[in-house]
Structures are given as C-alpha cells and as structure tokens.
C-alpha cells in the first residue's frame, strides 16, 4: 500500500492537489495508529504524527497562497539542444530583464508585481555562445503563479557577410561572384562593390568566403557578421 502511495505522490505537482493527497495520509496514519492499541502507543503520538504530515502537505499551498497574495510569479525553465537532450550550461534572460537562479533541472525567474509587463508578455531566451546555439520562448501571464517554459535551441544562422572586393592594388572591383562554400546562395557585387552575402552561419563563426571574376580569385577565412570585410582577388 505504501509503495502504491508513494508512486502516486511522484506523479503529484500541483499544490493543492498535494495538499489533499498528504492530508489523506495524514487520515491514513491516525486511523492506523489508533487501531494499534495493542502496541500500547498513546494515541497522542498518532495524532502529533497525523498533525505533523497534514502541516507539510499545506505548506506547498500555503506558500502558493502566499505568492499569489503578492502577486509574484515564479517561472521554471528547461532548455533544450538541437537534439532535444537537457542543456545546463545555457545563458538564460528575459525580455523584461532580471537575474535566473539556477536550480535543479534548470533555471527559476521571479517577477514581482511591479515588473510585469503590461501586455502580459514575457520573452525568455536561452544562448551556448561557444556552441552558437539560440532560442526563446514566448510566455503570457495569467492566473499560473507557478508557469512553466521549455527553450528549444537551434543552430544560429542569422549572420551576414558584408563588405567590398579590391584588387591587389586595391581598385574596387565589381561585378565579382561571393560564395559560401557549400551553400547554393551567390552574391554579385555590383557597380558601388558593395557585398552582402547570408553566411548560413552565427555571428562570430568562422567561416570560407570564395570570390570570383574571371581569372581573379579569393579565398578567406572570416568571422561571420563581425564587421565588414575586405576581398582582396589576385590573378590565378
């Protein structure tokens, strides 16, 4: 029986229906205390007992009470990678700024009344920069004190490649094809050189530029979106 209840409490996360669960137990051990006469425990014990497990089980509900009364909420976030395993080293913000407290299994945000926003409309972002992973999740306040929000990461790609062509004497030269390669897209620098090219890649990783006109080529190693660059194509 015991082993039954157990399972069942496992499954329990909701405050009020802990409350009600535990305070059923509480009835179970009295009834049971007070059946064992036999044994000669004072039927006191039993009741201390019963009283002491029925506190804890209202003390979820009673601090959900509580908060509610302040009007405090109290977000729990998970953050995924790209393969749906937990991620733990993740950078957590909001949209309505604030520090995250780590805790078990993920992160914790508390927003007192006078910092909800007024559309109701919370932004959480998670980042690995080192991994160059990224994602968020949308929340809208209601009358859940205890919300919850799972972050999916995904690879960022947002990135862009942007900058000139010269020659080796340093002429602007247009009309010049800019590959990532790998990827289908193709930049064509047009009369001003002006280059602007999606780096299929996170801002800051490295990735190959080629360039091409004819028999000028080049070929280069960049950090993606960091600042504008500088083709220089030599003759084949």
Do not use: C
């Not at 029986?1 to 059923?24: D, G």
């Not at 006469?37 to 006191?44: A, E, I, L, T, Y």
């Not at 028999?215 to 220089?232: M, Y």
């Amino acid at each position: 029986m015991w082993e039954k209840a157990l399972e069942i409490a496992s499954r329990i996360s909701n405050p009020l229906t802990i409350a009600v669960f535990v305070s059923v137990i509480a009835a179970a051990v009295l009834l049971y205390g007070l059946r064992l006469k036999k044994r000669n425990v004072p039927r006191s014990v039993w009741i201390i007992l019963a009283a002491g497990v029925i506190v804890l089980g209202l003390a979820p509900l009673a601090i959900t009470t509580f908060l509610q009364s302040r009007g405090l909420y109290r977000i729990r976030i998970s953050v995924l990678g790209p393969d749906h395993s937990p991620i733990v080293n993740a950078h957590v913000s909001s949209s309505i700024g604030g520090e995250p407290k780590k805790v078990e299994g993920g992160w914790e945000f508390d927003i007192p009344p006078q910092t909800r926003p007024a559309d109701d409309k919370v932004v959480l972002f998670a980042t690995v920069e080192d991994a160059f992973l990224s994602g968020s999740y949308t929340l809208f306040l209601d009358q859940d004190y205890y919300p919850t929000a799972m972050i999916q990461l995904t690879s960022d790609t947002s990135a862009v490649i942007r900058g000139i062509i010269v020659d080796q004497h340093r002429r602007s030269v247009g009309g010049v094809s800019v590959a990532i390669p790998g990827y289908p897209d193709v930049a064509v620098t047009d009369k001003m050189v002006n280059l602007i090219l999606p780096a299929h890649a996170a801002v800051g990783q490295i990735v190959q530029v080629r360039a091409q006109k004819d028999r000028l080529v080049a070929s280069v190693s960049v950090p993606a979106g960091k600042q504008p660059i500088e083709l220089v194509v030599k003759p084949l």
